[in-house]
């Protein structure tokens, strides 16, 4: 059964930074490609961006509004993915979902979900 | 590309039949249509993949149809569990990215 499970969500202030990871199990995680999706609160779903496998190239992609201040990494020694946010604005408030397509094809569909996290950028 | 959901809100009883429908802005791939199903404190969960194609699990009342820019999820015979917020949405490759639609509410009339 594959299980993703976020964690590291909490409240910080405008500007400050914050560090989700996503720990995987059930799947052969060096092979997938993972994404991170969030949802502010009572909004629809925005997808924040994915990192594909190293045998893939390990390249990252990211939504338009984080570009440039989110970093996507993995450790695929530790089955772990993560989301090192920076400057971060309070409409960045969401939760926070590691998600991946692991056994359909690259834009296939989001197949596994975590429990999601919750980030709360406030004063 | 732009999804745009259609109703926002759909009010049924149990056994009706549902209809939702999603429009893309430009067409999209039929390979890179999925509809998921959201029930509140809980993540989404996917539905249909390939635009007609049921995820593990799924049950057949649900069924999804469509190509280009117009899309449908139908659930045949509404069980309460089904009451939900329904989202639809398309992969783009160049640039890669995704985009949902804004969401159905359907709730029980």
């Known amino acids: 059964e594959v299980q993703l499970v976020e964690s590291g969500g909490g409240l910080v202030k405008p500007g400050g930074s914050l560090r989700l990871s996503c720990a995987a199990s059930?799947?052969?995680?060096?092979?997938?490609?993972m994404n991170w999706v969030r949802q502010a609160p009572g909004k629809g779903l925005e997808w924040v961006g994915r990192?594909?496998?190293?045998?893939?190239?390990?390249?990252?992609d990211y939504a338009a509004p984080v570009k440039g201040r989110f970093t996507i990494s993995r450790d695929d020694s530790k089955n772990t993915l993560y989301l090192q946010m920076n400057s971060l604005k309070t409409e960045d408030t969401a939760v926070y979902y590691c998600?991946?397509?692991?056994?359909?094809?690259?834009?296939?569909?989001?197949?596994?979900w975590g429990q999601g996290t919750l980030v709360t950028v406030s004063s | 590309i732009v999804l745009t959901q259609s109703p926002g809100t759909l009010s049924l009883s149990p056994g009706e039949r549902a209809t939702l429908s999603c429009w893309a802005s430009q067409s999209v791939s039929s390979s890179y249509l999925a509809w998921y199903q959201q029930k509140p404190g809980q993540a989404p969960r996917l539905l249909i993949y390939g635009a007609s194609s049921r995820a593990t699990g799924i049950p057949d009342r649900f069924s999804g149809s469509g190509s280009g820019t117009d899309f449908t999820l139908t659930i045949s015979r509404l069980e309460p569990e089904d009451f939900a917020v329904y989202y639809c949405q398309q992969y783009g490759r160049s640039p890669p990215m995704y985009t949902f639609g804004q969401g159905t509410k359907l709730e029980i009339k």
């Open positions: 059930g799947l052969t995680f060096s092979n997938a490609w």
């Open positions: 990192i594909k496998s190293k045998s893939d190239g390990g390249t990252t």
């Open positions: 998600t991946t397509e692991y056994g359909l094809w690259s834009g296939g569909g989001f197949q596994y």
